[in-house]
């Protein structure tokens, strides 16, 4: 399995209060990626890395911020999480390249509620 | 722009009878193609990929997929179900540029004894 793990796993937390998840890779792939899975939407992108410090937004970045001080650490900040930001999210990493050809390779989640 | 249908959001078998499941995709440059499987708690597990060349992929567990260009599907079979396969399966495409697959709604497979 490639080297990928979120933290936390669990997490229940109350409207309004930030919130960051972390995402760490042993890959060393330069591409990095944030994902929210809902029922019934399959697997939407929030926001993704090519590199340290770039960062671009997803289908569904409003509400989320990352950053990526490091090519190993990509983190997802819920500024102010409310409770439409309940969800399981999950990040991926790839070689990735200029085609979209590489596939990615998945954490195993973060479980986030918001009360 | 790219975008994945998949058929069924439940799709139900008897174990060792023939799986299929469907994925049809819009894509407006030569698509990059993959399935991907997900057990409960845990995060995605790439099945197989159609990049270039041979147009019937094998992957792992026994699925294969076949890329069919005419028909814009990418659909996902496997000759005999087994228990073991229960799981949620997810198609996507990618192309150019450095975002990412664009990913089906998902289709939840049960495997009746």
């Known amino acids: 399995d490639a080297g990928i793990t979120q933290s936390p796993r669990h997490k229940v937390t109350e409207t309004g209060t930030p919130v960051t998840l972390r995402c760490h890779q042993t890959?060393?792939?330069?591409?990095m990626y944030w994902y929210r899975q809902d029922p019934g939407h399959g697997l939407r992108l929030i926001h993704y890395?090519?590199?340290?410090?770039?960062?671009d937004k997803g289908e569904v970045s409003d509400g989320y911020s990352v950053s990526r001080s490091k090519t190993e650490d990509f983190l997802l900040t819920l500024e102010s999480a409310t409770s439409s930001q309940t969800s399981v999210y999950f990040c991926?990493?790839?070689?990735?390249?200029?085609?979209?050809?590489?596939?990615?390779?998945f954490g195993d989640g973060t479980r986030l509620s918001i009360l | 722009a790219q975008s994945v249908t998949q058929l069924g959001s439940h799709v139900s078998v008897s174990e060792g009878a023939l799986v299929l499941l469907r994925c049809n995709y819009s894509s407006s440059v030569p698509p990059y193609l993959f399935w991907y499987v997900q057990y409960p708690n845990q995060g995605l597990q790439l099945l197989l990929k159609?990049?270039?060349?041979?147009?019937l992929v094998k992957g792992i567990n026994g699925f294969e997929a076949e890329f069919k260009k005419s028909e814009t599907s990418f659909h996902l079979t496997k000759p005999s179900a087994h228990m073991s396969d229960a799981a949620e399966y997810f198609c996507a495409v990618g192309g150019t540029g450095r975002r990412a697959l664009t990913f089906g709604s998902g289709t939840r497979l049960q495997v009746q004894p």
């Open positions: 159609y990049t270039t060349g041979a147009t």
């Open positions: 890959e060393n792939h330069r591409y």
């Open positions: 991926a990493i790839s070689e990735g390249g200029r085609y979209s050809n590489q596939p990615q390779h």
């Open positions: 890395s090519y590199g340290v410090k770039d960062t």
